[in-house]
């Protein structure tokens, strides 16, 4: 038996969450490795709770591919996480964890036709403008794949 019963809403308080150390990646980023162009746009979500990092990919040819990628804390495991949406309709989870300079994120995934995938991106800020990310110890399906050249991302002045 209950005497009186009440729903109530508690706010939880406020986590200081690393992710906000990434508060420099918003905006609009470009890099270009062997005539291959991809455009990166991040921006806040979810009322600043997260990352969105969308981006389109040019090949020499021309097609485009584009993705997604959600970044954020994650208070269960008590730390940063991505999610990563590939155009192949792949997908990926990743736990950040800060580095000297900058940021190493373990992959953990499959691709779009369930091979899984695993690997260390690093991301290492250069300056307000400039970073370099690298993808090192990848898998794919169990079978060891080469590491990523270094690739320097460079921010694009904000369109008026």
């Known amino acids: 038996l209950m005497a009186a019963v009440r729903d109530m809403w508690i706010d939880a308080p406020a986590t ?5 150390d990434l508060q420099w990646l918003v905006g609009t980023w470009t890099a270009e490795e062997q005539g291959v162009k991809t455009q990166s746009v991040v921006q806040w ?3 600043g709770r997260f990352l969105e990092r969308t981006y389109t990919t040019t090949q020499l040819d021309g097609t485009t591919t584009t993705g997604v990628q959600l970044i954020g804390w994650n208070p269960q495991e008590g730390r940063v996480q991505s999610w990563n949406f590939s155009p192949d309709g792949g997908h990926a989870i990743g736990t950040w964890l800060p580095s000297e300079g900058g940021w190493h994120a373990h992959m953990h995934g499959t691709t779009g036709d369930g091979a899984p995938t695993s690997s260390i991106n ?3 800020r250069l300056d307000d403008n400039a970073y370099v ?3 090192v110890h990848r898998t794919v399906g169990g ?4 590491d990523t050249p270094e690739i320097v991302w460079k921010r694009q002045p904000p369109t008026q």
């Not at 200081?16 to 906000?20: F, H, K, L, T, V």
């Not at 079978?143 to 080469?146: A, D, E, N, R, Y």
């Open 133 to 135: 990310w690298q993808s």
């Open 122 to 124: 690093l991301l290492k």
């Open 143 to 146: 079978v060891t794949l080469p």
């Open 45 to 47: 979500v979810v009322d």
């Open 16 to 20: 200081e969450w690393s992710a906000a």
